[in-house]
């Protein structure tokens, strides 16, 4: 039981070159989110799935983009890095019922910088 | 407009002390509040979650909840240094499945 998973650990951009951050779960988890985390900021919202096939914004969407490619999938996309998009992006997802109930797992992170 | 509110901090104790983290939140139609914690450049991790009011004890950890007041507190007693890390309160409201969270407060347990 891998919980989830981030991909890349790492990446440095140029301003204006996209991305896609991928994450994945193996709990069968019906949600999934993500965020960044900022210094001083706490963690922030920027989209999340509440269940396969639907997706919502939440508190920071701007200049991001995401896709529920199945329920083990949700994948983050930058479609013109900016400086201000350098940050640590977390994924996470949740159960529904069970032991994981109410509870966000949340994956190792992919730390981005933007040139 | 912030809906979860945490001391900035840092906070310091010393071994063996009780560490009291403190969370105020402003929508009253919160149901489910959480404790993370994050050691630095880790993921956070649950370790405490309560939705009822009244006290919650986990070792030795303490959740408080006072829906009346509006506050959830983290109660730490016999800190140890290993407790060090950056404590994130997060809060459920209604039946969406969104957190929003706090800015986090960093414990530093002093040996």
């Known amino acids: 039981n891998a919980g989830v998973t981030q991909t890349p650990k790492f990446q440095v951009l140029k301003t204006g070159q996209s991305m896609t951050l991928q994450c994945a779960q193996d709990?069968?988890?019906?949600?999934m989110y993500w965020y960044r985390q900022d210094p001083g900021m706490g963690l922030r919202l920027i989209y999340y799935?509440?269940?396969?096939?639907?997706?919502d914004k939440g508190e920071v969407p701007n200049g991001y983009n995401v896709s529920r490619l199945n329920k083990r999938e949700f994948s983050l996309r930058l479609e013109s890095a900016a400086p201000s998009q350098t940050s640590v992006y977390f994924c996470?997802?949740?159960?529904?019922?069970?032991?994981?109930?109410?509870?966000?797992?949340f994956g190792p992170g992919t730390r981005l910088t933007v040139l | 407009q912030k809906e979860v509110e945490q001391n900035s901090g840092p906070l310091s104790v010393p071994e063996g002390a009780i560490a009291s983290l403190n969370c105020t939140y402003s929508?009253?139609?919160?149901?489910?509040f959480f404790w993370y914690r994050q050691y630095s450049g880790k993921s956070p991790e649950l370790i405490m979650s309560i939705y009822s009011n009244g006290d919650k004890e986990d070792g030795r950890f303490t959740a408080q909840l006072n829906k009346a007041s509006q506050y959830v507190s983290l109660l730490i007693r016999d800190s140890q240094p290993s407790d060090s890390a950056t404590y994130l309160c997060a809060v459920r409201t209604g039946a969406n499945s969104k957190l929003t969270f706090g800015k986090g407060i960093t414990l530093s347990v002093r040996p």
């Open positions: 929508d009253r139609g919160s149901q489910s």
């Open positions: 996470a997802s949740m159960g529904l019922a069970g032991r994981s109930y109410n509870e966000q797992f």
């Open positions: 799935s509440a269940s396969e096939g639907t997706t």
């Open positions: 709990m069968n988890h019906n949600s």
